[in-house]
């Protein structure tokens, strides 16, 4: 059973297009995250809900809408796609306050913008 | 701004020998640090964690020392297998964080 699972895992797409990645864990987690992984490899949150709540908003172009229909789904959603979105994006969960920051990451989905 | 730093973007070690990641940071208010190891095409995958009130974690073949006053941190892997081969991220989060903030990593090699 695939803990966290995104899709697409591949998503090529053209300048200007509207695309979605949806994301889904099956751990009970609250909390969830998005992360994206750039050329040069760093892992750079972005967004993280708590309970359908919005509790980190990086800075991020608000082109990048999350959405959390419930705690068990957090979906990335990016209107107006840009050469430089390119990028690998995960999806991570956890269960924060407890004293435990281990993150589970999903598979990611590598989005190519030509 | 790099708060979690890995100096070595790739190292090489023979099989059998002993795989040594370092990791830096700059933040005193991180009380708490991780590390993941990530293959090609995955997710990285959490490997071993230790808090500030400890210098060191074990778990099987993997060691997490923990120096707070240098602000240092590394992971020995002992023995190293081919196996082991992947990015290791250094990260660190804390109390007073809402946030993981991972370092760039450091991509291992264990060569047969």
């Known amino acids: 059973d695939t803990a966290v699972s995104q899709t697409p895992k591949y998503l090529v797409t053209q300048m200007g297009n509207d695309k979605s990645i949806k994301c889904e864990q099956n751990?009970?987690?609250?909390?969830m995250y998005w992360y994206k992984q750039d050329s040069k490899k760093f892992l750079k949150i972005m967004f993280s809900?708590?309970?359908?709540?919005?509790?980190i908003n990086e800075t991020v172009p608000n082109r990048f809408s999350p959405k959390s229909p419930d705690k068990a789904h957090l979906n990335l959603h990016i209107n107006s796609l840009e050469l430089g979105d390119s990028a690998v994006y995960f999806c991570?969960?956890?269960?924060?306050?407890?004293?435990?920051?281990?993150?589970?990451f999903g598979p990611g989905t590598r989005l190519t913008v030509t | 701004d790099q708060q979690v730093k890995q100096n070595s973007p790739s190292l090489s070690v023979q099989e059998g020998r002993i795989s040594i990641l370092n990791c830096d940071y700059t933040?005193?208010?991180?009380?708490?640090f991780l590390w993941y190891k990530k293959y090609p095409a995955e997710g990285p995958t959490f490997l071993i964690s230790?808090?500030?009130?400890?210098d060191k974690n074990e778990d099987g073949r993997f060691t997490v020392f923990l120096n707070k006053s240098a602000k240092h941190l590394s992971l020995h892997i002992v023995p190293s297998q081919p196996g082991d081969s992947a990015v290791y991220f250094c990260?660190?989060?804390?109390?007073?964080?809402?946030?993981?903030?991972f370092g760039p990593g450091t991509s291992l090699s264990v060569i047969p």
């Open positions: 991570a969960s956890s269960q924060p306050g407890t004293g435990i920051y281990e993150q589970y």
């Open positions: 751990l009970g987690h609250d909390t």
């Open positions: 809900y708590n309970n359908k709540e919005l509790i």
């Open positions: 933040n005193s208010m991180f009380d708490y």
């Open positions: 230790i808090s500030s009130i400890k």
């Open positions: 990260a660190a989060s804390g109390t007073s964080y809402d946030k993981v903030i």
